[in-house]
């Protein structure tokens, strides 16, 4: 069954995402899952020292 996640494309220089790649590699997670793991901590860093972010979902 297809993922519902929404899709969003990203451009890096090669360099940084061959790194990105080896850390994800070192982790034992695809890339992909290694992006979503940062987005995910600097979100939750965001909100400590900010607040919680609410998003209406109409």
């Keep these: 069954?297809?993922?519902r996640k929404p899709f969003?494309?990203?451009r890096?220089?090669?360099e940084l995402m061959d790194k990105l790649k080896y850390i994800a590699d070192?982790?034992?997670r695809s890339a992909n899952k290694e992006?979503?793991?940062l987005v995910i901590?600097?979100?939750r860093d965001f909100e400590k020292e900010?607040?919680?972010i609410n998003i209406n979902k109409d």
Excluded: D
Aim: charged residues 10%; aromatic residues 10%.
């Design 1 to 3: 069954m297809p993922s």
């Design 8 to 10: 969003f494309s990203l």
């Design 12 to 14: 890096i220089p090669v």
């Design 26 to 28: 070192y982790n034992g």
């Design 35 to 37: 992006i979503e793991q």
């Design 41 to 43: 901590k600097h979100v």
């Design 50 to 52: 900010n607040g919680q």
